[in-house]
C-alpha cells in the first residue's frame, strides 16, 4: 500500500537556523498538509496546499514558515528562523480526490531546537 | 468553522473489558468525521470514517463507532480490548467542501491494564 514518507525522522538544529522538513505525498494525491503536534499535546493543523499554492494556514504559520512543492513528488515544510518553542512532532499528510477522503500521514520528523 | 471535542484525556481499562471513547463536534455545516489512532513514537493512523449512510460504522482492529446527529457525537466503542490496543486515540472532523482542512480533537490516551 503507497505511503507517506518523511525525511529525516528526527532533527536537531540551533535556536535562529533554518530548517526544512521534507516529504514525499502519495503519488495520485492532490491535497498536501502538515500539522505539528508538541510533545504530549494535540496534533495542530499548520498548513494545507493544493494546486501549487497553499489554501489554508493556521495562525501558527507565521512568516517563519514556507512551503513548497519542488518537483512532481516533494513537498517540503521550511522554518527560517528555528525559536524553541518550534521544537514539535511534524507530520505530513496527502489525501485524494473526494470530500470525505482521509488524509495519509507520514511517520513525522522530530525537530529539536536547542 | 468545526471543533472536536474528547472529554477524556486518559482511560484506563483491564484487558477484555470494553472501552468507549468519547468524542462530540460542533459545525455550521455537515461534516465528516474521523478515528485516528497513534502509537507511541509513530504518525497517526486512520481507524474508520464516517462519510454518509449507515450510522454505525467499523473499522480496523474491531473498533466501531456510531454517528449520532441529534447529539452532535461520534463514540469509539471496542467490546473487548488487549494490550496493543494502547495508544493515543484522536478523533477528527472535516466539513464538506474540498478545501475544508481536518481538524483533530485533543486526543484520548488509552490504556489497558493486565
Known amino acids: 500500500e503507497p505511503e507517506v514518507t518523511q525525511t529525516p525522522s528526527h532533527q536537531v538544529t540551533q535556536m535562529g537556523q533554518e530548517v526544512i522538513l521534507r516529504c514525499v505525498p502519495i503519488?495520485?494525491?492532490?491535497?498536501f498538509y502538515w500539522y505539528r503536534q508538541i510533545l504530549g499535546q494535540k496534533v495542530e493543523f499548520l498548513v494545507s496546499f493544493y494546486n501549487n499554492e497553499i489554501s489554508e494556514k493556521s495562525e501558527i504559520f507565521d512568516d517563519q514558515f514556507s512551503v513548497e512543492r519542488p518537483d512532481g513528488s516533494n513537498f517540503t515544510l521550511k522554518i527560517r528562523s528555528t525559536k524553541l518553542e518550534d521544537s514539535a512532532m511534524y507530520f505530513c499528510?496527502?489525501?485524494?480526490?473526494?470530500?470525505?477522503?482521509?488524509?495519509?500521514f507520514g511517520n513525522g520528523t522530530r525537530l529539536t531546537v536547542t | 468553522a468545526q471543533s472536536v471535542t474528547q472529554l477524556d484525556s486518559q482511560v484506563p481499562v483491564f484487558e477484555e473489558a470494553p472501552v468507549e471513547l468519547r468524542c462530540n463536534y460542533s459545525?455550521?455545516?455537515?461534516?465528516?468525521l474521523f478515528w485516528y489512532v497513534q502509537y507511541p513514537n509513530q504518525g497517526l493512523q486512520l481507524l474508520l470514517k464516517?462519510?454518509?449512510?449507515?450510522?454505525l460504522v467499523k473499522g480496523i482492529n474491531g473498533f466501531e463507532a456510531e454517528f449520532n446527529k441529534s447529539q452532535t457525537s461520534f463514540h469509539l466503542r471496542k467490546p473487548s480490548v488487549h494490550i496493543s490496543d494502547t495508544a493515543e486515540y484522536f478523533c477528527a472532523v472535516k466539513g464538506d467542501s474540498s478545501a475544508s482542512k481536518i481538524i483533530f480533537g485533543s486526543g484520548t490516551r488509552l490504556s489497558i491494564r493486565p
Open positions: 459545525s455550521s455545516v455537515s461534516v465528516y
Open positions: 499528510a496527502s489525501r485524494g480526490e473526494g470530500l470525505g477522503s482521509p488524509l495519509h
Open positions: 464516517y462519510l454518509s449512510g449507515s450510522t
Open positions: 503519488s495520485n494525491h492532490l491535497y
